[in-house]
Each structure stands twice: as structure tokens, then as C-alpha cells.
């Protein structure tokens, strides 16, 4: 332990952190726009200054000494950072009005703290230079853009991809793709955790906001609506009710306000997929392979294995995601008990997730020449569209959903988390293999946020190897490794974000400080377990909505007009 002179006051502490460490974990304020403690970027926007033993040094880099003074409010300190931001202002669109990041964008909060000013307002016109919106997903506007790197970071970190770069584009160093590529022709997996680490709106979602309201709108149309399990975990968020706070009632209510015809839910989604994962699981017990079988729920795992595993393609569940299967019933069930045609029927879910609308807009998923899926929309904007409606969120009552394609088990709310998938299909293929309602369905081992898990489970007196991965990082190093090869696996689970959908790239933006305290993935978690635990039903194949459907409509699982409609094969 060394003696350190912050701002006036003696402080005991480590001489391996940092200054700026050493400051936060003593409530003392520096301002920082690049540092994301979680994906070790640091150094590069040169506004964390302090003055040490009467030096201006960058706090993030500079570690503390032994008697060092440290003094963090001094009027050159002060003015070298408001310099420093002015020198941002000069590349940054300043126009906060329209900007999706107004309420939570960590430059304008920098701005109005240092009343830094641009020497000369940037405020292009065209902005056509600036723009890429070529991806089906994600959105790049580089006249946003602060160049902090945390884009770069967290997509190396996260994904080891590294799909998004500095490069040179007309002799500028601006962030992109390699080659200048659109992300969906590029190696880039859609996750978005690039999107969630952006301190500006230099990086969002691909918006289907005006296409949802003229949906609305139209006299003609049936639109009907449908949340993710991960997004009730944390839209209360945007509507500052804390996190980890349940919202699913609220929800509901928000979407009839709102205007939507039917309030639908994926989770009834969910239960659909397990009803065709479990059954093939089962299938390829019975035919002895091809093992492993790996989910095909998360699109941005999917796009790994295209981009990087294709030998994995063959593996794949051919079930397809909730958001697919269920938009698949939207149009092909729904329509056979609502008497409503199916080519008025408009499909919108609510996301975690960019890679979603990419999923949603691809080429065949389609049935007789109508979308599965025809808007995706954001956790973050089904909260624009609540504010944009006046609607006091957090004083909602709690609303009821359709019954229809609204009910969900206790196994379709906990596919939000990693791991969930894995147990959801676990809990209905034991079942389904040894004919009896089993009683002990918590399998705690694939549960938790390590990168990589394993377990045995015991299904009709054989052992089955199972893993659970969730951060497609984490999916190189288990091949990478060789563990793919030491035994054989029948069941893997892989989600490309870090804990999967509760931190997905369609989620809220987190303060740096609460990224790096990582305690809100548990927090946004634990709303679905809590869920499982006190539904009363709490496996997919005893949705009472689910059994009625596959009874009237689509037969038995994984046979016939099911497997028709419900499957889909990736291909590279």
C-alpha cells in the first residue's frame, strides 16, 4: 500500500491502479469519453487529465506513486479538457434534438460540463458522406463519430472478430469495416455489442419506428406485437425504474396505448422452438448423430458458423429461432383462428437485438410470399415510441396478454439468459423421452455468466454431454482449444453476447460504471428466473396455448406440416 494526495486528502491505496481507478473508487469525478474499463480501452480521447506532482497526465494511463498529489479540478487541468472537447465539437454534428442518444450521450453530458464550444459549428447538410446504411442491422454515421475506439474494443474483446476497424476512407481515419464493406457482406456477426459500447449515436440499430407507426395507421392492417423474453428485463431502464426491474405488465398495457391490435409474446415463441429443438434432439439420439447439435436461436451465432465454422452448418438445429417460428404462426395459425386474412396480418416483435431485423429480412423467410416478420423494433425503441406517445411508463398499471400466442411457460421466459435455451430443452426432451411429468427440472449447472460450461445430464438412463457458451469470443476459444474434440458432445448452446440476450446490442445504453460493475447482466437474468419460478407451468410442451395449436393446426412436433413450416437449413 502507497500514500496518495488526492484533491487535498491522504488516501491508502494499491501502487498497481491507476489514477483514475483510485479516484472513482473514492467518489472523486473525472471525466472520461473513451475508457471502457471491461474491454481495456483506454488512452485515446485524452479528456481524463489530472495534474500529478505538477504534471497534466492522461488519469486512465498513469499509475500512482508513492506520495504523488494529485489535483483533478485545477484551472489548467480544466482548461486543456474543455480545449480538448472543443477539438471534438469541431468533427461532431452537434444537433441534439432529433439524436437517439439526447437523454444518455456521454459527449453532450462532457459538453455541459466543461461549456466547450466548436470553433466553427459542424453541421453538414448532405450527410450522405457520413452515413452507412447499407446493413439490414446496424447503422453507421460517422459524423457522430468521436473516434474513442470503444466500437474497436468491444467488438475485439467480444467477439474476436474484430469486423469493426480503424481504416483510412478518403484519406481520413474513421471507424468501419474492413475493405469499407457493408456489415452484412462482411464477417461481421450483427451483434451489436458495438452498438451498446458507443458513448454517441455514431452507432445504432437499423430504425423500423415509421414503418411500425404507419403499420399503425393503416385501416387495413392487423398488427399485432410480440416481446422477447430479455426485453422485459430492461426497458424499465430507460424509464429510470433501476435494474433488474420487471416490467411485463407494463409492457402490455404500453403496447395497446400504443395501438397495437393483439399483444402477442415470443416467449410463446420460445415454447414453440423447444416443442421442434427437444423433438429433434431426441431424433438425433435415436439416429445416433449428427452430434454435437447446436442451437439456432441467436442469428449472430449463426452468422459465426456461416462466416467461420461452416463444417458446424450440418450440426445446427434446423428449428427455427422464436422470433421466426413465431412469426411463421403469425401468419399461418393465427389468421386459421382469427378469421383474419393473412396478408393483413402485420408482424412486429420487440428485440434485444440489431441482428434480428437482419434475421427477420432474410431472403426466404417467408411463407406463401408473406414475411414471417415484417418490423423489428429495439428494447431502446419501444421506449422512443412510448416517450414519443407521452406515455408515463413507469406509472402504468400492469396489462394482460392475448392468449393466443401470448401464453408461455416458465422454460420460454428463461431463454433470454445464457443457458436458458439449454435447460428450457432439457426439461421437455426428458420428458418427452422417458413419457413422465418429471418434478426435478432446475439444472443449475448450465445456469451463471462463465464463458464456457459444461454438464452431464442423464435423459431415459443414457448420459448426454452438454455446453453452454455464451460471448462468440468464447466460441473461438472452445475450438480453439480443442475441447470441441476430447469428447463427444450431443448439445451445445452458444449466444454471441456475453450473457446472452439480457446484453444483447438492442439493449440500453449502461453507464461505463455500471458496465465495468457487470452485476447488470445477473440483475436483467434474474427477472426470467424469477419468472420461471412462479409460473405455474414451467415446461414448454405444458403450454396449454401451444398444445391446442399443435393439435389443430400443425400436428406433431417435428413431422409433417410442423417440420415443413417450423425448420430452416443455414447454408454458408
Known amino acids: 500500500m502507497i500514500t496518495v494526495v488526492l484533491n487535498g486528502k491522504e488516501i491508502q491505496t494499491d501502487e498497481n491502479k ?36 505538477g504534471k497534466v497526465l492522461a488519469s486512465c494511463v498513469a499509475k500512482v506513486k508513492d506520495g504523488m498529489v494529485v ?9 486543456r479538457i474543455k480545449k480538448r472537447v472543443s477539438m471534438l465539437l469541431d468533427k461532431h454534428e452537434f444537433k441534439c434534438g432529433p439524436c437517439p442518444r439526447r437523454e444518455n450521450c456521454e459527449f453532450l453530458k462532457l459538453v455541459i460540463k466543461t461549456k466547450a464550444k466548436a470553433s466553427k459549428p459542424f453541421l453538414p447538410q448532405d450527410k450522405s458522406e457520413y452515413v452507412d446504411e447499407r446493413s439490414n442491422a446496424i447503422v453507421l454515421d460517422r459524423s457522430k463519430c468521436v473516434l474513442c475506439g470503444r466500437c474497436v474494443a468491444a467488438c475485439k474483446k467480444y467477439t474476436q472478430t474484430e469486423s469493426i476497424q480503424f481504416i483510412r476512407k478518403d484519406g481520413q ?15 461481421c456477426l450483427l451483434c451489436g455489442q458495438c452498438v451498446i459500447a458507443c458513448p454517441v449515436a455514431a452507432l445504432k440499430e437499423k430504425p423500423h419506428i415509421d414503418k411500425v407507426k404507419a403499420a399503425l ?9 410480440a416481446i422477447a423474453p430479455a426485453v422485459r428485463t430492461a426497458l424499465g431502464e430507460l424509464f429510470n425504474m433501476g435494474i433488474g426491474k420487471d416490467v411485463t405488465g407494463k409492457i402490455y398495457t404500453a403496447l395497446r396505448a400504443l395501438g397495437f391490435n393483439k399483444i402477442f409474446d415470443i416467449n410463446f415463441g420460445a415454447d414453440m422452438t423447444i416443442m421442434e429443438e427437444a423433438t429433434e434432439l431426441l431424433q438425433r439420439v435415436e439416429a445416433n448423430g449428427p452430434f454435437p447439435m447446436f442451437t439456432s436461436c441467436c ?11 461452416p463444417e458446424f452448418l450440418p450440426n445446427l438445429s434446423s428449428a427455427k429461432s422464436p422470433q421466426q417460428i413465431f412469426g411463421t404462426a403469425s401468419k399461418t395459425y393465427y389468421p386459421s383462428i382469427s378469421g383474419i386474412d393473412a396478408k393483413d396480418v402485420y408482424t412486429v416483435t420487440i428485440m434485444p437485438c440489431n441482428d434480428k431485423k437482419y434475421e427477420a429480412d432474410l431472403a426466404d423467410m ?21 416517450k414519443d406517445a407521452k406515455i408515463k411508463f413507469a406509472e402504468l398499471e400492469d396489462g394482460v396478454v392475448d392468449p393466443a400466442m401470448g401464453e408461455y411457460s416458465g422454460a420460454g421466459a428463461i431463454f433470454g439468459a445464457t443457458g436458458g435455451v439449454m435447460e428450457a430443452a432439457i426439461r421437455t426432451a426428458k420428458d418427452f423421452a422417458e413419457n413422465k411429468d418429471l418434478e426435478n427440472i432446475e439444472y443449475t449447472a448450465v445456469r451463471g455468466l462463465e464463458g464456457i460450461k459444461e454438464a452431464t445430464v442423464e435423459i431415459a438412463g443414457n448420459e448426454y454431454n452438454v455446453a453452454v457458451i455464451n460471448g462468440a469470443s468464447n466460441m473461438f476459444e472452445f475450438v480453439k482449444s480443442g475441447k470441441i474434440n476430447e469428447k463427444q458432445y450431443h448439445f451445445i448452446e452458444v449466444m454471441a453476447c456475453p450473457g446472452g440476450c439480457v446484453n444483447g446490442g438492442g439493449q440500453p445504453h449502461l453507464s461505463p460504471e455500471n458496465r465495468a460493475a457487470g452485476e447488470y447482466k445477473a440483475l436483467r437474468a434474474s427477472v426470467l428466473y424469477n419468472q420461471d419460478k412462479n409460473l405455474p407451468k414451467r415446461k414448454s410442451h405444458k403450454n396449454t396455448a401451444i398444445i391446442k395449436m399443435y ?22
Open 71 to 79: 489535483n483533478t479540478n485545477t484551472e489548467e487541468v480544466n482548461e
Open 551 to 572: 393439435d389443430s393446426y400443425f400436428g406433431k412436433p417435428g413431422e409433417g406440416l410442423a417440420h415443413k413450416l417450423l425448420h430452416y437449413k443455414y447454408k454458408k
Open 217 to 225: 395507421e393503416d385501416p387495413n392492417k392487423h398488427v399485432i406485437v
Open 299 to 309: 442469428p449472430a451465432w449463426v452468422r459465426q458458423a456461416q462466416n467461420y465454422f
Open 18 to 53: 491507476t489514477i483514475l481507478q483510485v479516484a472513482r473508487e473514492n467518489n472523486v469525478d473525472i471525466p472520461t469519453l473513451c475508457f471502457l474499463e471491461d474491454c481495456g480501452n483506454f488512452g485515446k480521447c485524452g479528456v481524463c487529465l489530472v495534474e500529478a506532482d
Open 173 to 187: 481515419r474513421v471507424v468501419g469495416t474492413v475493405d469499407d464493406k457493408c456489415f452484412d457482406d462482411s464477417n
Open 366 to 386: 417467408e411463407v406463401d410470399g408473406l414475411r414471417h416478420i415484417d418490423a423489428v423494433l429495439t428494447t431502446r425503441e419501444l421506449a422512443k415510441m412510448i
